[in-house]
């Protein structure tokens, strides 16, 4: 079921503001995800999820603490290395799908591939195809002001998967759409997890889109509160 | 890499068209300016060139009356002793490096043929005068030394007045009265058109100076000389010498001051030339600054723009965009917007360029260096300008940017 281990907080700390005012966003999490698991990520706001996912994705660093990524220190990197490991390993899904306006769904798909210097034609045939993974043939040339909220969440998707990455950093990202839209997102992200076993962290507030994952982690006040295997779902 | 980001670029350009538009509006009028301001102005110094080889290179003139003064050149105010035939014989005689020696005594005479008649300026002069002002014949013959010695009435004509009396006839040996004596038309001057003060070169009657002063001036005086240069003596050289002898036959004390005033044409047609050249400097600066304005502008928009997609900076960021990508693409955005303002610039202001050689009748003189300068110049301006907003948006927190509305 799940393989080696991925990602590690080794008493992460992260803190904000200085002396008084110092505020711990995340107070010394252990923490471990093996590749292949499906972490569903919850717990109030301000509990220092947000922080905890955003050293996850590479996109922040602990002021203490090791994180570990495939093994690499990535909590020391410099900017542009943790760039280069974004683009590498880690896909992003976002609440608000965050795709480039007035852009077609092909080439927001596309974009990652860019920074990764895919000449234009594999780059076109590598997100046709991610697209094709998320059931959005047919609709490529269409930008996102002329696609539904569901529609854009996958075009986000592929965006997220073309590169193949390890990881897939969720955030929210059933929040903006209704039940059935929910439920057919994270079919998707599930079938991508058991298809391609492709590592998926995810917060969410809902519990039934918790459900979805195999694993959920709770957090409160910068700690982890709770470890929790799902229940099989199906 | 670059080629996809001028892609990305122009997508940009493409989906903001108004705002890219009015980006543009700045450079476009910047760079129209400084190229129709530049392009008239070398025009202009080149026709000033030209009307002034027109009245000869190389060439003095010698007028009577004090160089400078009261009253202007020959001053009202002193009693000017009109230059004579010894004056033309000293030069004539003493005189080294000078190409060609003529006298030269003009006025404004009604010329009549037949029914037709014309106001027309006559010069009476000896057969050294085309030589000395570099004109030409198209047809016929100068006057000779005899001719001239003895005031014959004969006569070289210019194209307005063979086209007053005689259309696109042969003129030749045809008689025309001047004032109240006639002369035989023995040649046809070549075409000289318009000087650039719009004297009509063409309208000239050219009698033998002894006819001229006998039956047109009744005096025997010379208004001018005009003293040409050899190609090995330069006129600032020619200049003294002719000073000297003309204050010597003249009799003058050295106490005193010259009764005559020599002129320098080729010196005069260097300092107009580098009036228009200075004047083109000027304008072409002042057109620089709207230039400058052009750049504020891009950089004002381009601010605008980071702010406008820090989101999308975010996006680009979190999915492994290097600082240098961003920089890289707001930068590209920043020259190609100017460039293609700078290019349609270049356009709108050759047309101006063009549409004003057309009114003013100057020649259409476009330079390749100053073309490539704007086209330079405004995509400098997009990089100077363009790149402190670039670094503002390369700089930006991939997760502050994400979280911006």
């Known amino acids: 079921m799940s393989g080696s281990l991925l990602i590690t907080f080794d008493e992460v700390w992260k803190s904000y503001g200085q002396g008084e005012a110092t505020v711990h966003a995340l107070a010394g999490v252990d923490l471990a995800i093996r590749s292949s698991e499906f972490v569903a990520i919850m717990g109030p706001s301000g509990s220092g999820k947000s922080t905890a996912m955003n050293i996850i994705g590479c996109l922040d660093t602990p002021t203490a603490g090791t994180y570990s990524f495939m093994g690499i220190d990535a909590g020391r990197l410099d900017r542009n290395r943790r760039a280069m490991l974004r683009n590498l390993y880690v896909g992003f899904v976002f609440q608000g799908y965050n795709l480039l306006p007035r852009t077609t769904a092909v080439e927001n798909v596309e974009l990652p591939l860019i920074y990764r210097g895919v000449a234009a034609r594999e780059r076109h045939d590598l997100a046709m195809k991610a697209l094709t993974e998320v059931g959005l043939i047919g609709r490529e040339h269409h930008t996102p002001a002329e696609l539904s909220g569901g529609q854009q969440q996958r075009v986000a998707i592929a965006r997220a998967i073309v590169t193949r990455p390890t990881l897939l950093v969720a955030d929210e990202p059933t929040g903006n759409l209704d039940t059935a839209r929910t439920h057919e997102i994270m079919e998707l992200l599930t079938r991508l997890n058991t298809e391609l076993g492709l590592t998926i962290a995810m917060v969410t507030h809902e519990a039934d889109v918790a459900g979805y994952a195999e694993r959920t982690i709770r957090f409160l006040d910068g700690h982890v509160a709770s470890d929790t295997m799902n229940l099989e779902v199906v | ?405």
């Open chain 2, 1 to 405: 890499m670059i080629w996809e980001t001028v892609r990305l670029s122009l997508l940009s350009v493409r989906r903001n068209v108004l705002r890219s538009f009015l980006t543009l509006l700045g450079i476009v009028i910047g760079v129209a300016a400084v190229i129709a301001m530049l392009t008239i102005g070398s025009g202009t110094t080149e026709k000033v060139k030209a009307d002034i080889s027109k009245l000869g290179s190389n060439l003095l003139v010698v007028r009577s009356g004090r160089p400078a003064g009261p009253g202007g050149p020959g001053g009202l105010d002193q009693v000017v002793r009109p230059l004579a035939q010894k004056d033309l014989a000293a030069l004539v005689t003493h005189l080294s490096g000078a190409r060609a020696i003529s006298p030269a005594s003009q006025k404004q005479v009604r010329v009549i043929f037949g029914t037709e008649s014309l106001t027309s300026g006559v010069t009476g002069t000896d057969s050294a005068y085309l030589d000395a002002r570099d004109w030409k014949l198209v047809s016929g013959r100068p006057f000779s030394d005899s001719e001239a010695r003895s005031g014959t009435g004969v006569c070289l004509i210019g194209e307005t007045v063979r086209q007053q009396f005689f259309g696109a006839g042969d003129p030749e040996g045809e008689i025309i009265r001047v004032n109240r004596t006639s002369c035989k038309i023995i040649g046809l001057l070549e075409p000289k058109g318009y000087t650039g003060f719009g004297q009509d070169q063409d309208n000239v009657v050219l009698m033998p100076l002894a006819a001229y002063q006998r039956r047109i001036a009744g005096n025997r005086d010379i208004d001018s000389i005009y003293v040409a240069a050899d190609d090995r003596t330069p006129t600032t050289e020619l200049l003294p010498r002719v000073e000297d002898i003309l204050r010597d036959t003249r009799r003058i004390t050295p106490d005193r001051e010259d009764d005559f005033s020599i002129r320098d044409m080729t010196q005069i047609a260097d300092a107009m030339a580098s009036a228009t050249t200075t004047m083109t400097g000027m304008l072409g600066a002042v057109a620089g600054v709207s230039l400058l304005v052009g750049g504020i502008g891009i950089m004002n928009i381009m601010l605008v723009s980071v702010t406008e997609r820090t989101r999308e900076i975010g996006i680009r960021l979190a999915i492994g965009a290097h600082e240098k990508h961003i920089l890289i693409q707001f930068l590209v955005e920043a020259t190609v917007l100017s460039l293609l303002g700078g290019i349609i610039g270049i356009l709108i202001g050759l047309a101006l360029a063009g549409l004003a050689s057309l009114t003013l009748t100057i020649p259409f003189a476009p330079s390749p260096a100053v073309i490539l300068l704007a086209v330079g110049f405004s995509a400098l301006i997009g990089m100077v300008f363009g790149f402190f907003p670039a670094l503002r948006g390369a700089r930006l927190d991939p997760i502050d940017a994400l979280r911006h509305e």
